[in-house]
């Protein structure tokens, strides 16, 4: 799906001429008898704007803080750009960091917080002053460079930490969680801010997030960590529509899981789920065998829901509505099957909400595509 | 404001008149113009004019201060740099041990410190003189300067730091250009604190001193013991005077410190 092959499109991923600016090759990190990081292997290609997304202890905040060299790999080799970063300290590494916290200096202004990296690499006054005006107007903070960090908003905080971190222009630019601390709303806003910037600097992001949405939001692509391994790689759209685990499907976004066994192996699978129900139809996950054990993952806004028994769809079931949840764009319906599960589908509110046409204590029909669905080995 | 109950103010009353009586009894005195103590015969301001003719006194005074500027300024580097590693190093081999030991001086009694100094510096041949009584003096002291910056570095974010190092400081400017400048004002209470403590000790420096270097209350000490005369009257009101100087500095420094942190969570908050 990734693969496209248009030139305009950018997916270095799948050039297999392109040279990864970041290579993890084999690594894993052990803190005493945890195992952190579980022999990850990973490439990273320049100008990607990459997301490493888990629940939290998944090992995704250790990787990136061995990426900045805050740790070290008990095995296996980290590179950047060709060079072996096991023996590079965090301060001699062409790699920039914004903290969770965004330990941006106290006791110094906005102007010598973004100032204080390019102190270090001794360049110049004028050059020093011309980088900070340069990044003060990237991120539209120009008129409280005299500012302390406690006397502007938590916004634009985390803007002064961007900019700090982007001033040395790195190579890779590695984000802690960096919207976590704003409100939802600040924080919608904010990733389209930090694509633009990210696209505008050309520099390689890594960003580490717990929030989904976030994720797939901002990300080129996205690594699905758990319990220190990745689980899946790929682009928002193939970690949303092809999940090739239950816990990808899962993790990212609602979805509808029937357990049941593969009743036959085509073109699609089919998962035999109830005694004398016709059998769900969906596109088939990898490594599936003819009467193993599966689940059956359906996204709610996949299913129509209807009055009438809908004929010209082989996935349909009837249910009972258990309940509505109105969250202003879309409804939420709750369907009751009478083999048990309940199945959650969305239904987008296009009229107001005076002319909605099912209610509690409904029955109605379920239905949806043949390719809607997956079938996931469990 | 809340009001006091009877109980509160009568309480009070007899607590602080317990703690500063004697010494109100003390300054009053030496503005007497007798030269019998327990006498009152006008106001006078002579015996402060006598003391700065007294050469033995004001020689002590002079050694005091040089003992508690040198031993107060070797305490703290001393003190931070032990809160520095026990506070911020992690865990390493004996970090228990070693924070347990750092504030076992502050226990222990003057006597027994004073004591083994003693005997440290005759094992070592050293002549005793003011070196030996700042070396004393930072001995007791750096443990408090210690105590007080490591509470101030236990709610330091340790990203500061990481940020530094991130960008490329070494750890020598991360320290020198983001954490010290932030504990600062933990240091500068740790200082006066490390200061006063070294103004008032008789105990640690009798042990120490040599006959040239007699400290004030030392002096004090000796003279008390020929009879107490206005002279030290007068001279026990200055030192009380600088010892309420640099502990109000301390904590009014130390006070604004914490307000101004408590200001900044909220606004970040």
Not at chain 2, 56 to 67: E, F, G, L
Not at chain 2, 236 to 257: D, F, N, P, W
Request: with cysteine.
């Amino acid at each position: 799906m990734a693969a496209s092959g248009k030139d305009d499109v950018f997916t270095p991923w799948t050039d297999s001429g392109a040279t990864p600016l970041i290579r993890i090759d084999q690594v894993t990190k052990r803190f005493g008898d945890f195992t952190a990081i579980d022999n990850v292997s990973l490439d990273i290609y320049p100008q990607e704007f990459f997301a490493l997304l888990g629940p939290s202890g998944c090992g995704k905040t250790t990787l990136m803080r061995m990426l900045g060299g805050f740790e070290t790999p008990s095995s296996g080799v980290i590179s950047i750009d060709g060079q072996d970063m096991s023996s590079v300290p965090p301060n001699k590494r062409a790699v920039n960091m914004m903290f969770q916290s965004y330990a941006l200096f106290p006791h110094l202004s906005v102007w010598d917080n973004i100032a204080f990296g390019l102190r270090r690499d001794g360049l110049d006054k004028d050059r020093v002053a011309a980088r900070v005006e340069e990044m003060l107007k990237l991120v539209q903070l120009s008129q409280f460079a005299k500012r302390k960090p406690h006397q502007i908003s938590g916004g634009q905080r985390q803007r002064v930490a961007l900019a700090r971190s982007l001033a040395k222009a790195p190579k890779l630019l590695l984000l802690d969680e960096p919207l976590g601390a704003l409100d939802k709303k600040l924080r919608q806003e904010t990733q389209f801010e930090l694509m633009d910037i990210q696209e505008k600097t050309g520099t390689t992001f890594v960003i580490v997030t717990h929030d989904q949405e976030e994720a797939m939001t901002v990300a080129s692509r996205v690594a699905v960590m758990n319990h220190g391994q990745l689980i899946q790689v790929e682009t928002p759209e193939v970690i949303y529509e092809q999940p090739n685990s239950i816990y990808v499907a899962d993790f990212i976004g609602d979805v509808n899981l029937i357990e049941g066994t593969v009743s036959a192996l085509g073109e699609g699978a089919e998962l035999a789920w109830a005694e004398g129900r016709t059998p769900l139809i969906g596109q088939p996950g990898a490594a599936l065998t003819k009467g193993q054990g599966a689940t059956f993952a359906i996204r709610p806004e996949k299913i129509a829901i209807s009055a009438d028994e809908p004929q010209d769809r082989r996935n349909r079931v009837q249910g009972k509505i258990l309940d509505i949840g109105y969250l202003g764009n879309l409804s939420t319906y709750h369907v009751e099957l009478p083999e048990g599960p309940v199945v959650k589908c969305e239904i987008g509110n296009r009229s107001r909400i005076e002319r909605r046409d099912f209610t509690w204590e409904d029955e109605v029909w379920l239905s949806w595509s043949d390719t809607a669905g997956l079938v996931l080995a469990r | 404001m809340k009001r006091l109950s009877a109980f509160n103010v009568v309480s009070l009353t007899l607590g602080f008149a317990f703690l500063y009586i004697p010494m109100l009894i003390l300054v009053i005195y030496s503005f007497n113009e007798s030269k019998l103590v327990t006498v009152w015969a006008g106001f006078s301001t002579k015996w402060y004019g006598e003391l700065l003719q007294n050469d033995a006194m004001i020689d002590a005074a002079w050694v005091t201060m040089k003992v508690a500027f040198f031993s107060s300024t070797l305490a703290t580097v001393l003190g931070t740099m032990a809160a520095y590693v026990l506070v911020r190093r992690g865990r390493f081999y004996g970090r228990t041990v070693f924070s347990g030991m750092i504030y076992a001086p502050l226990v222990m009694p003057e006597v027994i410190t004073g004591l083994s100094l003693l005997l440290l510096f005759i094992a070592i041949g050293m002549d005793r003189g003011v070196l030996t009584i700042v070396l004393a003096h930072t001995t007791f002291s750096m443990c408090y300067v210690s105590v007080v910056v490591s509470s101030r570095l236990i709610s330091f974010d340790d990203s500061l730091e990481e940020a530094a190092l991130d960008l490329g400081a070494s750890q020598f400017e991360a320290f020198r250009l983001v954490t010290l400048p932030i504990i600062a004002p933990a240091v500068i209470s740790g200082w006066l604190l490390a200061f006063t403590l070294s103004l008032d000790d008789l105990v640690i420096a009798s042990f120490a001193a040599g006959p040239s270097s007699t400290t004030l209350p030392i002096k004090i000490f000796s003279s008390v013991r020929l009879g107490v005369s206005p002279e030290i009257n007068a001279l026990s009101t200055i030192i009380i005077a600088i010892v309420t100087v640099g502990v109000l500095t301390a904590s009014i420094v130390s006070k604004r410190q914490i307000t101004r942190r408590l200001q900044e969570e909220a606004q970040a908050g």
